[in-house]
Nanobody, 119 residues
Framework: HVQLVESGGGSVQAGGSMKLSCAVS????????MGWFRQAPGKERGAVAA???????SYADSVKGRFSISQDGARNTLFPQMNSLKPEDTAMYYCAAERGGYCEDDWNYWGQGTQVTVS
């Protein structure tokens, strides 16, 4: 079982930066792909970024060049870095984990989310 707890959300002006974090607690062995999603009011939840166990990352077109994702050495914390923020980045951001180490869009665990508001 995996528990995910997001933090670091808040309000920021357009053009600013924000660094989120996701604390990962795991019971037992196993490798996980980690991902970030977001959901704006009235819209469906969509993928923002994902990182495989080998460190390779992928990004949604809307955030390429502005967002980056990394993990600490022990893979206990995920760090999405968001730069050049736009009002359309306003959303609830969620951390997710998928068993197996390599992302195949079959997410098993979700955090509660953290709100990011860009004005």
């Amino acid at each position: 079982h995996v528990q995910l707890v997001e933090s670091g959300g808040g309000s920021v002006q357009a053009g600013g930066s924000m660094k989120l974090s996701c604390a990962v607690s795991k019971n037992g062995a196993g490798s996980y792909c980690m991902g970030w999603f977001r959901q704006a009011p009235g819209k469906e939840r969509g993928a923002v970024a994902a990182i495989n166990i080998d460190g390779t990352a992928s990004y949604a077109d809307s955030v390429k060049g502005r967002f980056s994702i990394s993990q600490d050495g022990a893979r206990n914390t995920l760090f999405p870095q968001m730069n050049s923020l736009k009002p359309e980045d306003t959303a609830m951001y969620y951390c997710a984990a998928e068993r197996g180490g390599y992302c195949e869009d079959d997410w098993n665990y979700w955090g509660q989310g953290t709100q990011v508001t860009v004005s």
